[in-house]
T-cell receptor, first 114, second 114 residues
């Protein structure tokens, strides 16, 4: 009964490659997010989708492209991977318009670019 | 830039003591405040949220909010070694302009020693 799931859990790849990370939630939420947590553990939002519509697009290189095929899924495609992309990427979801809008996080995808 | 500041720690307390974690935020339009706990190698998990001035208690945890001072804290009573983790303060700013963007502090590392 996983709430927010991500695949893969670990991703090791070479510089210059293209890779995708997938996220799915079964909480019935309408808003999904991608966060990046760097080596110093700082968690920063990258993108957010509400009902498949992009609503938050932080200053992120355009090598990163999110895609939401439906409310329950949010994928992240990364082109031309660079060493600095190594981090843990967390997907999260929430229900927009609720009083607290609590975000629930997936287990994370640990990306290592060599 | 919306800023959320936390003492990075580490904060070390003996088992059974009260651990006090503090957080300040820069945006007066902030509306909702969250404390997440993150164990090493795991994803953030919500401990508490608060959006009204005053105290909110949940078991051994008490969140305190003072909007005038732009200050939110988390008290952990009867600290246990299992409470050892990084605690992340997070703030949702005015939804009108930033659509519920969640800003995180850099976290305070707590160690509870037996």
């Amino acid at each position: 009964d996983t709430a927010v799931s991500q695949t893969p859990k670990y991703l090791v790849t070479q510089m210059g490659n293209d890779k995708s990370i997938k996220c799915e939630q079964n909480l019935g939420h309408d808003t999904m997010y991608w966060y990046k947590q760097d080596s110093k553990k700082f968690l920063k939002i990258m993108f957010s989708y509400n009902n498949k519509e992009l609503i938050i697009n932080e200053t992120v290189p355009n090598r990163f492209s999110p895609k939401s095929p439906d409310k329950a899924h949010l994928n992240l495609h990364i082109n031309s991977l660079e060493l600095g992309d190594s981090a843990v990427y967390f997907c999260a979801s929430s229900l927009w318009g609720t009083s607290q809008e609590t975000q629930y996080f997936g287990p994370g995808t640990r990306l290592l670019v060599l | 830039q919306k800023e959320v500041e936390q003492n990075s720690g580490p904060l070390s307390v003996p088992e059974g003591a009260i651990a006090s974690l503090n957080c300040t935020y820069s945006d007066r339009g902030s509306q909702s405040f969250f404390w997440y706990r993150q164990y090493s190698g795991k994803s953030p998990e919500l401990i508490m949220f608060i959006y009204s001035n005053g105290d909110k208690e949940d078991g051994r945890f008490t969140a305190q909010l003072n909007k005038a001072s732009q200050y939110v804290s988390l008290l952990i009573r009867d600290s246990q070694p299992s409470d050892s983790a990084t605690y992340l303060c997070a703030v949702i700013t005015d939804r009108g302009s930033t659509l519920g963007r969640l800003y995180f502090g850099r976290g305070t590392q707590l160690t509870v020693w037996p």
